[in-house]
């Protein structure tokens, strides 16, 4: 069995999704997903000019071959376009080989371990009574889990995920707002005085049983982490997300010798080299890692498994800059995994996404049901796909009030 043509396409609905297609001499092909959000013509390039080439010819049920002439073939590994192409090669891979044993790929780890999987919704709001709106309409649609980020008084511009004015709760990376970033102006210690208060609220609010979680997306310092950690224990979080940036790992080490707060973390790690001290040294309840960013269903498979030797617990990335090919990997990974956690879900471009990438895995509840077709159980629409085309977008960047520039 050969692989003997390979397509890359960008664009979609809301984001610039990138879909690499593998197809074989016996009709079978496979689906991967590539997109490294708002730069997204990095892995095409990748996968265009050096990896596809390569490809033609390989036999695809050899993935763990291939993942390894790639990864060690590379030289220049690691990092988030490498890793990107190489997960989609992949999860393009998993997918035949789903489609040839006639399985869902969730079979070929072991099967299902539970009967669906928890996901958190993203509630937001301009201030405290809008992201209290916000939350109601994620409780009421029967999610169990919500990240909550609200605005802050006085703080000089609307900050991470949170929207200028009331009920426009939206999300910034849905947007696609050109090559020049937007500037947030940040307060850190406007944001350490208000939140944990804010957060206590909610959990009177919304009572004991709805799981709460909060992105920091990098914004402290490590001692300020650690304080922050330590106030927000009333509200019994689920999780605490990137307190710190991800660079400086002691930083974790400081936050739970002062606070017995979840920590979750990974959204930006590309190989188990960013995860393996951090779960060993048990600094972490939470990996983030994706698989796209991540290399792939084959070495994600292999931080999952690490992680449950220290009683970390999965917790999946899944901002709307994930195809539904990518989403479908984890879904397959969550319905297997012993330690699973959570995993991040927005519903994004539906009818146009279904549309594109029609498939059976269904949202209910607040859970995500796997669907059992063969392989990832999501399929590609060529023709569909002839709507989208690139569109240039940028994270913003922020600076402090004095100009200093700080972490997105
Ligand atoms: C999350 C993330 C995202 C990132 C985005 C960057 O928790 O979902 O922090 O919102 O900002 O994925 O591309
Ligand atoms: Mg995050």
């Known amino acids: 069995m050969k692989i003997i043509d390979a397509k890359v396409f960008i664009g979609g609905p809301a984001k610039n999704y990138v879909t690499l297609k593998i197809m074989t001499d016996q009709g079978v092909y496979g689906l991967g997903d590539a997109t490294l959000n708002n730069r997204e013509t990095l892995p095409a390039a990748y996968l265009q000019d050096y990896l596809i080439p390569n490809l033609i ?20 590994r690691r990092g988030p376009i490498a ?6 090669i992949d999860m393009a891979l998993w997918d035949i080989k789903g489609k040839l044993a006639n399985m869902p790929v969730y079979e070929l780890f072991g099967g299902l371990s539970r009967d669906g999987a928890m996901v958190y919704a993203h509630a937001t709001g301009s201030d405290l009574e809008d992201l209290m709106d916000s939350i109601s309409h994620y409780v009421e649609q029967g999610y169990k889990a919500v990240r909550v980020q609200c605005g802050i008084p006085g703080m000089p511009t609307a900050s991470y995920a949170v929207p200028e004015h009331k009920g426009e709760g939206k999300h910034y990376i849905t947007d696609f707002a050109g090559i020049r970033p937007k500037v947030e102006v940040w307060d850190t210690d406007k944001y350490l005085r208000y939140m944990p208060d804010a957060l206590a609220e909610i959990r009177d609010r919304f009572g004991p049983d709805l799981k709460i ?9 490590p001692r300020e982490a650690a ?3 330590k106030a927000v224990e009333p509200a019994r979080l689920f999780w605490l997300e990137d307190p710190t940036p991800a660079e400086d790992q002691n930083a974790l080490r400081m936050i739970r010798q002062h606070s017995t707060t ?3 973390i990974g959204e930006v790690f590309n190989s188990v080299w960013d995860c393996n001290r951090l779960i060993e040294d048990e600094l972490i309840d939470f990996i983030r890692i994706a ?14 498994d690490l992680a449950g030797l220290h009683n970390v617990r999965t917790g ?10 990518s989403m479908a990997a984890q879904s397959h990974l969550n319905a297997w995994a ?6 991040e879900y927005l519903v994004l471009g539906t009818p146009e996404c279904d549309a594109l990438f029609p498939s059976d895995h269904r949202m209910d509840n607040g859970m995500i049901h796997v669907s059992d077709a063969p392989g990832l159980g999501v399929d590609f629409d060529e023709t569909e796909a002839k709507r989208y085309s690139y569109k240039p977008g940028s994270h913003p960047v922020v600076r402090l009030q004095d100009g200093t520039m700080w972490n997105y």
């Open 213 to 221: 979680l909060h992105d920091v997306h990098h914004r402290l310092l």
């Open 57 to 76: 010819g390989l036999d695809p049920r050899r993935s763990e071959d291939i993942w390894q002439f790639f990864y060690r073939g590379a030289y220049f």
């Open 316 to 325: 999946f990335h899944g901002a709307p800059s994930h195809s539904p090919i």
């Open 227 to 229: 304080e922050f950690a």
């Open 338 to 343: 012993p330690n699973f956690g959570i995993q």
């Open 83 to 88: 890793m990107a192409a190489f997960g989609a």
């Open 291 to 304: 698989v796209t960013y991540g290399g792939g269903i084959t070495p994600v498979k292999r931080i999952v």
């Open 262 to 264: 979840p920590i979750a």
